[in-house]
């Protein structure tokens, strides 16, 4: 477990004068840094910073777990064990909130703290989806949050309606029938339909503004 100011713990009931843990059989990790060997294959080098990777990972969630429990059974005592450990509340405080919005079994082992920290603050079935796709398509954490970053600017984006087109499609009896009423009023066709469907729609969104207002029936 890893303390802040680069101190490192061994695990509990340890003592310190223990033998190091061995990462690939030739890194020794120590309190204060690596014993590694002056002739190293480098895929032994490549294991130990997979080995490394995966223990500071899974620390994160271990710190988070811990300070959550010392809260739940330790309410005026728990801070107090923090200093004594020599940890950042801040940090674990972090830790701990993310901790909470995923429960073990909801935690994917495949992606990272950082990826469920970035999405600790949706909701829990949009965190699902989101784990989901980042799994299937195996994210690193900056596409998830560039995926995520996409997805909240398309939702605050203001839907327009679409342009109207510029052309309607008529059957030939009924443009007659219309041409036929434009000359008995003597008015250009052009401009009675205008006028007619201008005035329709002035009646329509009077009574979409204002539902109780009384209908004109003509004989």
Do not use: C
Not at 59 to 69: A, T
Request: avoid cysteine; glycine fraction near 8%.
């Amino acid at each position: 477990m890893t303390r802040q100011a680069g101190r490192t713990a061994g695990p509990p009931g340890v003592p310190p004068n223990a033998r190091p843990p061995a990462l690939g059989g030739q890194v020794l990790t120590t309190r204060v840094g690596l014993r590694m060997p002056a002739r190293m294959a480098y895929d032994e080098w490549e294991r130990a910073g997979h080995q490394l990777a995966g223990v500071l990972d899974s620390s994160s969630w271990w710190l988070g777990d811990w300070l959550v429990y010392g809260k739940d059974h330790y309410t005026d005592r728990y801070q107090r064990g923090i200093r004594a450990a020599g940890l950042s509340y801040q940090t674990l405080r972090n830790y701990a909130w993310v901790a909470r919005r995923f429960d073990l079994a909801r935690r994917r082992p495949a992606l990272s703290f950082q990826h469920h920290a970035e999405l600790a603050s949706v909701r829990t079935e949009e965190q699902d989806r989101w784990l989901d796709r980042a799994e299937e398509a195996r994210w690193t954490t900056k596409q998830l949050r560039a995926a995520l970053r996409a997805s909240r600017q398309d939702r605050r984006r203001p839907r327009t309606p679409a342009e109207p087109s510029g052309r309607l499609e008529v059957p030939g009896s009924r443009l007659r029938r219309w041409h036929e009423a434009a000359e008995q009023l003597g008015v250009d066709f052009e401009t009675w339909v205008t006028a007619t469907l201008d005035s329709a729609a002035a009646s329509a969104l009077e009574d979409a503004r204002d539902p109780g207002r009384p209908v004109a029936v003509t004989a």
